[in-house]
């Protein structure tokens, strides 16, 4: 049992580490401490959703669905389109920070329908999640929630660790030219996903 939680875990946290979508936007709202517990249960508890979805077999009800894939790949591409739109513009406009009375708030509904859209529309978080994990749990056979659980974990340690761990930056992006960085990047990340997806 302890062997297949490990197992769980250690894939899990290969890979949810990779930067995507999901991530920069939570390690944005960590840099700006803004709604982050609220953040990071939502992309915590949908990955376990997923998780537990997965390890229950809706992988092969998931690979019935031919229509599904598309819907999601170019929804998904959509979003994060718009998403490097807005990163790209703040990147050129610059002025962000972090020192006090500066940050423009950010509204919780806002967030938190941001960060559905970053959890939800993105396909490579069915693959990996429902497909993958799904898929190798059943080489722990009788211990699937052995190792569900070690999967789960995985994603409760990291997003706690990256929403809350990114305010040791905060020294960093208190210069502006720091965020025109991070909003680059993120527009980078963004758009090489989105081309991905629609390719």
């Known amino acids: 049992m302890f062997t297949a939680a490990t197992a769980g875990f ?10 995507g979508a999901q991530n920069a936007f939570i390690l944005r709202q960590g840099l700006r401490r803004e709604h982050v517990l609220p953040l990071v249960l939502t992309c915590a508890i949908s990955d ?5 979805l997965g390890v229950a077999g809706f992988a092969t009800v998931l ?3 031919d229509w599904l894939e598309p819907v999601m790949r170019y929804g998904g591409a959509a979003f994060l389109t718009v998403y490097a739109l807005r990163s790209a513009h703040s990147a050129w406009n610059g002025g962000a920070s972090l020192r006090a009375g500066e940050i423009t708030a950010t509204s919780l509904k806002a967030a938190f329908f941001t960060c559905l859209a970053f959890t939800w529309l993105n396909p490579h978080v069915y ?13 722990y056979a009788g211990q699937e929630t052995a190792f569900a659980l070690g999967a789960m974990t995985a994603s409760f340690a990291f997003f706690f660790s ?4 990114a305010r040791l ?10 965020w025109r960085i991070l909003d680059s990047l993120i527009a980078l990340v963004m758009a090489a996903i989105a081309i991905k997806l629609i390719l």
């Open 63 to 65: 690979s019935r669905l």
């Open 48 to 52: 376990a959703i997923l998780i537990a």
């Open 162 to 165: 990256l929403g809350y761990g």
């Open 169 to 178: 930056l905060a020294p960093l992006f208190a210069r502006p030219v720091a």
């Open 10 to 19: 250690l894939l899990g946290l290969s890979l949810i580490v990779a930067i």
């Open 127 to 139: 693959l990996d999640t429902v497909v993958l994990l799904g898929s190798i749990s059943t080489r």
